[in-house]
């Protein structure tokens, strides 16, 4: 009984500490903790995004000259990108509805044509017309069948 009730002691002290040092830092936020700084500022990235591109561009440009093709703009490009969302945006792929991810249970159903039911015979004449023909009978139609062509 005794080991009982310290286990539940020493829990709950734990549970003070644990809600006492929750308090003591709750005004701080996990990158004062961790001195994490970001690597490269938002305009770092957005101009290493401007040059990739350009360089994108006259990648293609050089091919295009080999070709012997029209060169492309900045403004092509552009307009291409907005073509792009906009099929995007109307079609019915994964990616439709103005970038939510729809699967296979989300499309709306199509209505599937069926073949034409099949005339329904009795399990009767189905079981008569299986049945061989016996062996002698078959022989006999065979041999007149030869003497016809004949």
């Given amino acids: 009984m005794d080991f009982v009730a310290l286990t539940l002691v020493l829990l ?14 709750q005004s701080h936020s996990v990158a004062d903790f961790l001195d994490w700084k970001p690597t490269r500022s938002p305009d770092v990235e957005a101009q290493n995004e401007v040059d990739d591109v350009r360089q994108m561009i006259e990648a293609q440009n050089e091919y295009r000259r080999r070709r012997g093709a029209k060169e492309i703009t900045e ?49 009767k004449q189905r079981a008569s017309a299986k049945k061989p023909a016996p062996a002698g009978k078959r022989a006999s139609a065979t041999r007149a069948s030869k003497r016809k062509k004949r």
């Avoid at 907005?82 to 099929?87: K, N, S, V």
């Avoid at 991810?101 to 044509?113: F, I, T, Y």
Wanted: net charge positive.
């Fill in 12 to 25: 709950f002290v734990l549970f003070l500490i644990l809600v006492g040092l929750a308090r003591a830092f």
């Fill in 75 to 123: 403004a092509d490009v552009e307009r291409q990108a907005r073509e792009d969302q906009a099929l995007r945006a109307r079609g019915t792929g994964p990616f439709a509805r103005e970038g939510e991810v729809m699967d296979e249970l989300d499309q709306p159903r199509r209505a599937r044509k069926r073949p034409p039911a099949k005339k329904r015979v009795p399990a």
